[in-house]
């Protein structure tokens, strides 16, 4: 009978929150600062004869940032995981209590029964174009509201309202240069970016987003591709139950952009328009059809790259 080879890694689980680091690992459990003195006492006792061990934690959206970077600085393996997958195993343990040495034990034992391995993390230029890319998110989204209460609100505050869109108009187009030229900055993402939006339909912010947060297009096979970026059905069936497939999960800031893009592709692309019509005309939803294009869109980009030999670095 073949055996799983059992897994030598050694683990150490922290517990990210906006003051503390909640540590636990081989020789116990720690609490340091969330800040860069912290985490130097948490590097010294990682340190060891047989090497750091591969350091884990949840995605907390914005706390862990500065662990990453020093990690990443010291050369440190790490690893970062969905919190909600953290929740269902401590679930499956029978464990409903929560509290942060509680959830830095849980996510050590579910390193260990996962058998985590070490995260490829993007490239420095590539982190800046996602961050870039956040902060443009936050200002079309924030403008997008000033716009609208300019056409419902009292006359009164309508020279204030102008005068935010006009701030936050020339913000946008401050960090859209700053993302061009960071862009303009490494050949290699250039040319993948030229190469992205030589596809009829597929505009700059679409090469951004692909460039920013899918920078494994070129390592990745269809099937996982589809299912990163979040527009890979997935089945719902049970016993004789045959329920609607649905896309789930992925990355929501990339599946935002593609199905913008596949809009403009369905009625201007000489692929995605006549690969649309079709699904249409067998009777498939138009979101449906939708989604098929951007699936079809995102892997006919990959096949580019992987021609041009050009990946995001």
């Not at 309508?158 to 701030?167: E, T, V």
């Not at 859209?176 to 912010?205: C, N, W, Y």
């Not at 069936?237 to 929501?252: H, L, P, W």
Request: hydrophobic residues 40%; aromatic residues 4%.
């Amino acid at each position: 009978m073949n055996r799983t080879p059992h897994n030598t890694t050694r683990y150490a689980a922290v517990d990210i929150s906006k003051d503390k680091l909640d540590v636990c690992d081989d020789h116990g459990s720690l609490t340091v600062a969330n800040s860069a003195e912290g985490i130097a006492r948490l590097l010294e006792r990682l340190a060891g004869p047989g090497g750091r061990p591969l350091v884990v934690f949840e995605a907390t959206g914005g706390y862990e940032r500065l662990l990453i970077a020093t990690l990443r600085k010291k050369k440190t393996p790490l690893v970062m995981v969905n919190p909600a997958r953290v929740r269902a195993f401590a679930n499956s343990e029978g464990v409903k209590a929560k509290t942060d040495p509680i959830d830095a034990r849980m996510i050590l034992k579910f390193a260990r029964s996962k058998a985590l391995r070490p995260l490829r993390l993007p490239s420095p230029t590539v982190l800046r174009l996602a961050a870039l890319l956040d902060r443009r998110a936050h200002l079309v989204e924030e403008l997008s509201r000033e716009k609208n209460r300019l056409q419902n609100s009292d006359p009164l505050i309508h020279r204030s309202i102008k005068r935010m869109i006009r701030i936050m108009e020339k913000e946008v187009a401050a960090i859209e240069a700053a993302i061009e030229k960071t862009i303009d900055s490494k050949p290699q993402l250039r040319s993948a970016a030229d190469i992205i939006q030589s596809i009829k339909g597929v505009g700059r912010v679409t090469a951004w987003h692909v460039l920013a947060y899918l920078d494994e297009i070129g390592q990745l096979n269809r099937n996982r591709l589809v299912a990163l970026a979040g527009v890979a059905p997935f089945n719902r069936d049970s016993g004789k139950s045959k329920r609607r497939r649905s896309i789930q999960g992925g990355r929501a800031k990339l599946r935002k952009t593609l199905y913008m893009a596949a809009h403009t592709a369905a009625r201007s692309n000489p692929v995605i328009k006549p690969y649309v019509r079709k699904l249409r005309e067998r009777g498939k939803p138009y979101k449906c059809a939708i989604v098929a294009a951007m699936r079809k869109l995102l892997i006919h980009i990959q096949s580019l790259l992987k021609k041009s030999e050009l990946f995001p670095c």
